[in-house]
């Protein structure tokens, strides 16, 4: 996945959100892990280092640097470790470090602290909040039910199978004009199939992009 300028200074102006989380320096490991745990575990989201609360352009801290240690934590802070696609771009002549984060095939990921004790947390609004034992079992409910798929679901499953999604994966409207097909029936789908675990995803709205799992 590659973010555009464009897309991402939309987003900046949308604010922070349920998929959206913007800081102007890279927080300490723990706090990170819980960011990246409740997108994984929850709908997926978008991390912007370099960006303050109310999306002012500050720029990334040695973003080359903060990218690596971004990918580290994401590694070594979570249980199962969290796979995220992260870059640098440059914004208005600012260098911003981005992570789009699925909602993951491998959730509940749990984050880890500095004695090693694991917590789970999902998205509520803009924060990040330790799991009830409801939520965890909406959760757990919801990847075990994703064995039920409908013929439309397979059949997108087949056609991303003979596609070339590479990291950039594909959007549901895409599929819709292949098969001509209405788009709202195309997102239902492959939103099923993400909640299935049978894909991942990144990105939002009708740029959502969508590979299988590997």
Known sequence: MELEPDELARRITEGEGKTLEFKRGLPGPPKLA?????????????????VGDRGELVGAPRPRETLATLRRIAAEWLE???ELQAGVLELDGVRLVWASVPLSPARPHAALDAGGAR???????SSNRRASEATLKALRAQVAG???????????????????CGVHG?????FARARNIGRQRARRAFTH????????????????RYAPVS
């Open 34 to 50: 819980r960011t990246l745990a409740a997108f994984a575990n929850t709908r997926g989201g978008l991390l912007l280092i370099g």
């Open 170 to 174: 594909v959007t549901a409207d895409e």
């Open 80 to 82: 199962p470790a969290l």
């Open 119 to 125: 917590e789970l947390v999902v998205r509520v609004g």
């Open 193 to 208: 199939l993400e909640l299935a675990g049978r894909v991942v995803a990144h990105g939002s709205g009708a740029q959502r």
């Open 146 to 164: 994703g064995a039920s798929l409908g013929e439309l679901e397979r059949s997108i499953l087949r056609w991303l199978a003979t596609r070339p």
